[in-house]
């Protein structure tokens, strides 16, 4: 149940977790971003109402606020690389694409 699931030790302020929902920017204002994979640290309950008791306000590096995520969205392990996106790269890694 997702009362059990907040009140694991994994879902606590100041944990780390990992987003393993689907890669969305919110508002143009808000300039948040969720990429799958990202790693953040639980800050404390969630703040809007759709997501009170069933998830928790998470701090992603690149976001300047907090961003609510459903339980469900959140993992307490990194998810596998493979599956983080068909494109993945390092910094300073460049793709070549050749047309036929």
Not at 41 to 69: H, W, Y
Not at 89 to 95: L, T, V
Request: net charge negative; proline share 6%; aromatic share 8%.
């Amino acid at each position: 149940s997702a009362e059990l699931a907040l009140s694991s030790p994994a879902m606590r302020a100041g944990a780390a977790v990992y987003y393993i929902g689907q890669s969305i920017s919110q508002t143009a204002n808000c300039r948040n971003r969720l990429l799958h994979g990202a790693r953040g640290e639980v800050v404390g309950p969630a703040i809007s109402k759709r997501f009170q008791g069933v998830g928790v306000a998470v701090l992603f590096p690149d976001n300047k606020t907090s961003v609510d995520c459903f339980l469900d969205e959140l993992s307490s392990h990194e998810p596998p690389r493979a599956l983080l996106a068909p494109f993945t790269f390092e910094q300073d890694e460049s793709m070549f694409i050749r047309f036929v």
